[in-house]
Antibody, heavy 115, light 111 residues
Framework: EVQLVESGGGLVQPGGSLRLSCAAS????????MSWVRQAPGEGLECVAN????????YYADSVRGRFTISRDNAKNSLYLQMNSLRAEDTAVYYC????????WGQGTLVTVSS | DVVMTQSPLSLPVTLGQPASISCRSS???????????LNWFQQRPGQSPRRLIY???NRDSGVPDRFSGSGSGTDFTLKISRVEAEDVGVYYC?????????FGQGTKLEI
């Protein structure tokens, strides 16, 4: 069974940083691209970043480019999202998802940016 | 960015009756490999999204066959042949033909 478990969310002040992690199991992690998708409270879904299997290609939404960095460690079956210069509008539940087709999702981790 | 427009945004339905959601994209979703990367997701209250349909019409494992997807180019439809109580939630279309992947606004299905 595919499992994705996010961690690392919490309350952070504007301008601060946070690193999210996603532990994957139940599939060959190194064979899958991976994505981060976020959902602001009461709002819809936004793909913020995607990384190809070997990590050589990374894509970002305009809203986070230059502030967020997606990375992965295939030896540890883990996906990461380093978030810097956080803004109030980054407040959301952050999900990791398998592939560009988002075939499986984690339970999400809440990031709150507030003073 | 490709804009995905869903309609209706709210869909009151009666148990046992059919339901249909439309999704239109601002540009063609046909990729250079010939595939059309249009997907449908369901988000039940308090839960993570779950993919139902990928590449227009392919149902995911475990998805009831009352769900079906169709369409081409820029116009797509999700149909539920007979709505059940467990189908309550928000439905999103999403394209990943063009980066950034973009979602529709969501359609709230309620009984």
């Amino acid at each position: 069974e595919v499992q994705l478990v996010e961690s690392g969310g919490g309350l952070v002040q504007p301008g601060g940083s946070l690193r999210l992690s996603c532990a994957a199991s139940g599939f060959t992690f190194s064979d899958s691209s991976m994505s981060w998708v976020r959902q602001a409270p009461g709002e819809g879904l936004e793909c913020v970043a995607n990384i190809k299997r070997e990590g050589s290609e990374r894509y970002y939404a305009d809203s986070v480019r230059g502030r967020f960095t997606i990375s992965r460690d295939n030896a540890k079956n883990s996906l990461y999202l380093q978030m810097n210069s956080l803004r109030a509008e980054d407040t959301a539940v952050y999900y990791c998802a398998r592939g560009g087709l988002l075939s499986a999702w984690g339970q999400g981790t809440l990031v709150t940016v507030s003073s | 960015d490709v804009v995905m427009t869903q309609s209706p945004l709210s869909l009151p339905v009666t148990l046992g009756q059919p339901a249909s959601i439309s999704c239109r994209s601002s540009q063609s979703l046909v990729y250079s490999d010939g595939n059309t990367y249009l997907n449908w997701f369901q988000q039940r209250p308090g839960q993570s999204p779950r993919r139902l349909i990928y590449k227009v019409s392919n149902r995911d494992s475990g998805v009831p066959d009352r769900f079906s997807g169709s369409g081409s180019g820029t116009d797509f439809t999700l149909k539920i042949s007979r709505v059940e109580a467990e189908d309550v939630g928000v439905y999103y279309c999403m394209q990943n033909t063009h980066w950034p992947n973009t979602f529709g606004q969501g359609t709230k299905l309620e009984i």
